[in-house]
């Protein structure tokens, strides 16, 4: 299938964490009784950083679950495991290249093709977000023992014994800002809108979920600022200018639009 890339939408802003963060940096599920779990951190700054694809992870699975019904793919067989048999993670998949465009959602984010089918890349990036430099300043200064981080002692009660499971979690503090960002590639002028929208939609939905580990226990509420949205025709990309059009919200994507609308004509 032929990809015509008509530019990129290139989104910035900050994941501010209104409680405690959680990112595992191995296994989520932790035995009960397990000392501790450590969040994942940038090998060369020691840094927690979030990955970027625990925040596409997050916001394709909330989208699915906001669209599945509407899509009509709620409860049938779309559905692929990507976990492991004991740790089932199920996701909707479309088979083909050919529903996968038809698909807002793996128009997004990429499906795998099985039994034949060819794969469907994301037109999604999601980078790696990292702490802001004013949040790797302010945690410097903290003093838990730990860096850049703080313990959250928690007692898990086994509900058949009754018996105290004592257990330490490593998370990022409240008020710990990230920057993160998003590439979007623009291939055809039908679907800009609606991923766009279906974007913002994801990113809202997180606000009213949680990143991470442990949301149902008051982990991982983050609030998402957009500072940024710049819409980079491939005609700027090829010259030496880079023309970019920049708005501020995802609710001004008309005026986003009209970029690509422009360049495109007799393409
Ligand atoms: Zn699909």
């Not at 008020?175 to 766009?196: C, K, P, R, S, W």
């Given at each position: 299938?032929?990809?015509?890339?008509?530019?990129?939408?290139?989104?910035?802003?900050?994941?501010k964490?209104?409680t405690g963060?959680?990112?595992?940096?191995?296994?989520?599920?932790?035995e009960i009784?397990?000392?501790?779990?450590?969040?994942?951190?940038?090998p060369?700054?020691?840094?927690?950083y979030?990955?970027g694809?625990?925040?596409k992870g997050?916001?394709r699975?909330?989208?699915?679950r906001?669209?599945s019904?509407?899509?009509g793919i709620a409860?049938?067989?779309?559905?692929?495991n990507?976990?492991?048999?004991?740790?089932?993670?199920?996701?909707?998949?479309?088979?083909?290249?050919?529903?996968?465009?038809?698909?807002?959602?793996?128009?997004i984010?990429?499906?795998?093709?099985?039994?034949?089918?060819?794969?469907?890349?994301a037109?999604?990036?999601v980078?790696?977000?990292?702490?802001?430099?004013?949040?790797v300043?302010?945690l410097?200064?903290?003093?838990?023992?730990l860096q850049?981080?703080e313990?959250k002692?928690?007692?898990?009660?086994?509900?058949?014994?009754?018996?105290?499971?004592p257990r330490?979690?490593?998370?990022?503090?409240?008020g710990?800002?990230f920057?993160?960002?998003l590439i979007?590639n623009?291939?055809?002028l039908?679907?800009v809108?609606?991923?766009?929208?279906?974007l913002?939609?994801a990113?809202?939905?997180?606000?009213l979920?949680?990143?991470g580990g442990?949301?149902?226990?008051g982990?991982?509420?983050?609030d998402?600022v957009i500072?940024c949205?710049?819409?980079?025709?491939v005609?700027?990309?090829?010259s030496?200018?880079?023309i970019?059009?920049?708005?501020?919200?995802?609710k001004e994507l008309?005026?986003l639009?009209?970029t690509?609308?422009g360049?495109s004509s007799g393409?």
């Amino acid at each position: 299938m032929d990809k015509n890339i008509l530019g990129k939408v290139q989104i910035n802003g900050k994941i501010k964490c209104l409680t405690g963060l959680h990112i595992g940096a191995s296994k989520e599920n932790m035995e009960i009784g397990a000392i501790d779990s450590p969040v994942v951190r940038d090998p060369v700054t020691r840094q927690p950083y979030i990955p970027g694809s625990s925040l596409k992870g997050k916001m394709r699975s909330l989208l699915e679950r906001a669209l599945s019904v509407e899509l009509g793919i709620a409860g049938t067989t779309k559905r692929r495991n990507i976990g492991t048999r004991n740790n089932e993670i199920w996701i909707h998949v479309c088979d083909s290249a050919e529903d996968a465009l038809q698909c807002p959602i793996c128009r997004i984010f990429g499906s795998t093709g099985h039994n034949g089918g060819k794969n469907f890349p994301a037109r999604l990036a999601v980078r790696d977000a990292y702490l802001t430099g004013d949040s790797v300043e302010k945690l410097s200064d903290i003093d838990t023992g730990l860096q850049y981080t703080e313990w959250k002692f928690e007692n898990a009660i086994d509900r058949v014994t009754s018996a105290a499971n004592p257990r330490q979690l490593e998370r990022v503090p409240r008020g710990a800002e990230f920057d993160f960002e998003l590439i979007y590639n623009v291939e055809d002028l039908h679907t800009v809108e609606e991923d766009l929208k279906n974007l913002a939609l994801a990113i809202d939905l997180i606000t009213l979920d949680s990143l991470g580990g442990h949301g149902s226990r008051g982990y991982g509420k983050v609030d998402i600022v957009i500072e940024c949205i710049k819409g980079i025709p491939v005609e700027s990309l090829k010259s030496d200018t880079i023309i970019a059009v920049e708005i501020k919200s995802l609710k001004e994507l008309s005026s986003l639009i009209t970029t690509f609308r422009g360049k495109s004509s007799g393409a």
